[in-house]
């Protein structure tokens, strides 16, 4: 079993979670059993309560972990289900010594960063260990940060213990100066030299830059950073971030690893069929397809990082490019909104929290149901679409969710408000804000003859939640009525999962997020059926 460890330097978001993806996708491409985990320096317990304006989204693993996206990249490129034990944060290992230190497990020493915080690092690094051949640690952040020090501790510890098989990888970055017309390694050189004050000399240089990088360079690089010219490793823009994998490949990663790492790279055949061919289909896009996001996290994309993916997918298996119209529901009067939407060929109301911005994404679901535009909602974009439906369908005033407000109808509500079974109170796993998010991959039973029966082909499912609110059951019976179901149900019958219309094009809201299960091999079938209705509908018209 080996570790390979993948720092980063000179700046952040070089995209070391897709290298780290994508180094895992050629390793799985050779038959090793690889596994990939994290190691993030922020000081939160979990990125659970971060602002997806500043840290992207939220990824929940099949178990109910509320990890960094970055998790979500390894899962689309490996196709391997992440788990809670995949990702740490400096927060959860502070947290994890604190509560040791109070219930007396350190017999009164006095609690220092080296040992026992570095400790705390390597028993991480060394936990839940299976069957794997070579297990991928990306230490997120930048090498210099303070928070990340700790990290490299442990990670020089371990390095220095010969019994363990390793490797560092180094992801820096090259700029090009247009007044010198060059490209410039002195940043790398400075931050290798950050790494080994930390006492750690990488084996790999993995360069990023948007330029082609010269021998010369390369040359440099490998002089003042001890490192042989083959292991300095180009890291070049790619068209698709799917063509990762085999750029990295062309320019020797996978086997400069596995040589350092003791392997014969010729006894271990590296099949990137899938992966050309997806590239193949990639190449094969004709017609363009205009999807309206109407969502408040409009700014930063990686907010909705998988859900960008994911519809992504469902136009590589319909031979059409997607551009995504990101729309800010908080930003527009009805009229620009309207305007703006006319301009797409379906309409996505995504996940979110809080009440900022729910007027515009209101409008937005009302307009693509009265003009039979596609539309797919997701969790509160559901919500959101039976609150509309009740409003201006079934008449009833002022539904609302008790989200938005509490002395309102509340077609939406916290499970509590009308249930209080153990039943119900068992299906909530932990979470201290309020102890009631339904997190992680849980059943749901979808009604023969429903349009998402035909989707999925199938009768059970099984999507990842992350909400705190649901449908009330008491407004089921009424939707029915007036041509819109509840075509999806937990076992139980009791929390509405999908609602489906009889009367339109494609009109789906789930109380799940499909988005997270999507993968560019294996892309989600809601997605490949909303994209493929977009398209349909585009070209009727
Ligand atoms: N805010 C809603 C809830 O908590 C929806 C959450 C979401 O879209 N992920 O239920």
Sequence with gaps: MHFVFITGGVASSLGKGIASAALATLLKSRNFRVRIRKLDPYLNVDPGTMSPYQHGEVYVTDDGAETDLDLGHYERFTNQSAKQTDSISSGKIYSNVLSKERKGDYLGATIQVIPHVTNEIKSFINSDIKNEDIIIYEIGGTVGDIESLPFLEAIRQIRNNKKISSALIH?????????????????????VKELLNAGIQPDI????????????????????????????????????????????????????????????????????????????????????????????????????????????????????????????????NNNNLISKLKECDGVLVPGGFGSRGVKGKITAIKYARENNIPFFGICLGMQLAVIEISRNVLKIKNANSSEFDQKSKSVIGLMTEWTKGNKIE????????????????????????????????????????????????????????????????????????????TNHSWFIGVQFHPELKSRPLKPHPLFVSFIKYCRNEKNKS
């Design 171 to 191: 992801m820096t970055y090259i700029p090009y100066l247009s007044s010198a017309d060059e490209l410039k390694t002195k940043p790398t050189q400075h931050s």
């Design 205 to 332: 240089i993995m360069c990023r830059s948007e330029r082609r990088i010269d021998i010369d360079s390369i040359s440099k690089i490998s002089l003042f950073c001890n490192v042989k010219k083959e292991s300095v490793i180009p890291a070049l823009n790619a068209k698709s971030i799917y063509e990762v994998p085999l750029l990295y490949s062309k320019y020797g990663l996978d086997s400069v690893l596995l040589k350092h790492l003791g392997y014969k790279s010729k006894n271990h055949k590296l099949n990137l069929k899938p992966w050309n061919d997806l590239l193949k289909k990639i190449d094969k896009q004709k017609q363009l397809v205009k999807i309206g996001i109407v969502g408040k996290y409009t700014n930063l994309k990686d907010s909705y990082k998988s859900l960008n993916e994911a519809l992504i997918h469902g136009g590589i298996e319909n031979s059409v490019e997607v551009e995504i119209k990101w729309i800010n529901s908080e930003e527009l």
């Design 426 to 501: 068992k299906r909530d796993k932990n979470s201290d804000k309020g102890g009631t998010m339904r997190l992680g991959s849980y059943k749901a039973i979808l009604s023969k003859k429903s349009k998402i029966y035909s989707i999925y082909k199938k009768n059970e499912i099984f999507e990842r939640h992350r909400h705190r609110y649901e449908v009330n059951k008491k407004y089921v019976s009424k939707f029915q009525n007036k041509g819109y179901y509840f075509s999806g149900m937990s076992p139980d019958g009791l929390l509405p999962e999908v609602l489906e219309s």
